[in-house]
């Protein structure tokens, strides 16, 4: 089988299969001279050889290159303001995020920065226009965000205490590199962590109420391919390069899938609780939530989640069993909330929060409008579930 293919996804130029990043490194060559790559600050791209690799590149093609290790898991408006000042100060004219789906989104934010002419977190707060992004070249080192084909940057916010996205589809990567080779530098439990991400993308945008037929396809085709990778996980383990290639192309299909339809509750319930534990992984809240949303989610819109849980093929049909397996299958426990430092008390916070600034992802899910109240009841009586068992 071809290893690597090329084609135009959701408008991103998109190089998918294992070599693609040594294919690749021309393209990012003529789209500028004046390379800044934003990645993670625990330095994995680097250790593993990847942004040396980069570095070569740009000495063969003339190109100059700064490296940012500015982002952490749940980065912030804070960070990509410094990113963004200290591309400027380079005068960069590509921009390349390399690394989980963090260091992707804080690329998008400083190049949409760049041409825009104003710092990222005026652009998430909407204090100024987004008027289009420098070339930005994603290159995802996780197989959970699908951040590669969509145009959404994720940032926590301290000013208005918020963890939401900038949107627009001028935030774009021009180019993603989904080489698996780079996911194998992800060690468990966070490589099962960002396939929850991928898996609840794919499901909330099966379910959503903004679904359509294409975003069902490729949130169908995202599930399929996840269940595949797990069927492969059994046999090969995680080191395998055609498991990490399965996920890794989940990831990316539904990305494009919640592009089209948005998420829905689970992640405007999430996005609070790794705002106030920064050092919880966006995966982890997930899976710490998913069995609440298919419940929820189950007296609305059941078949549509019974047929979503079956394209998995785990042969379990109640869809809040079948994300607990999953979770169970990815992370080898379920966390709790006890574990992560969540309190039931938080519940209505939470709640308040995924209403104050999540509110269309609310509206997005099957059984809209809820009683606000009652939902945040609900809430606290499942996070207080776990002391009891
Ligand atoms: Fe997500």
Redesign the pocket.
Known sequence: MKKTCRMCINGVNVCFGIGCFDEMLEDIALLGRRWYVVTTRGGSMERYGWIPRLREAAEKYGAEIKVCRCVSTNPTTAQADEAYRDASLFRATVVIGIGG?SAIDVAKAVAAGIASKAKPSELYRKARPIRGSVPLVAIPSTH???SEVDGFA?LSDEETKSKAAIVSGMIKPKIAVVDPRLTRTLPQPLAGATVV??F??AIESYVANNASTLSRGFAREALIAIGRGLRLLDERGWNDLGVREWFHYASMMAGVA?DLSR?TLL?AL?HPISFYHPDIH??IG?ALLLPFWASIVSRHAGPDLVEAVSYLGLGISDPVEAVKRLVVKLLGETPSPASLGVEPAEAETIVADAYRYLEPLVRNTPGYPFDKKGLAEELRRYLESWTKT
């Open positions: 789906g959970g965000t699908g994720v991400d991928a609840s993308h919640i998420t992640h999430e966006h995966g997930l």
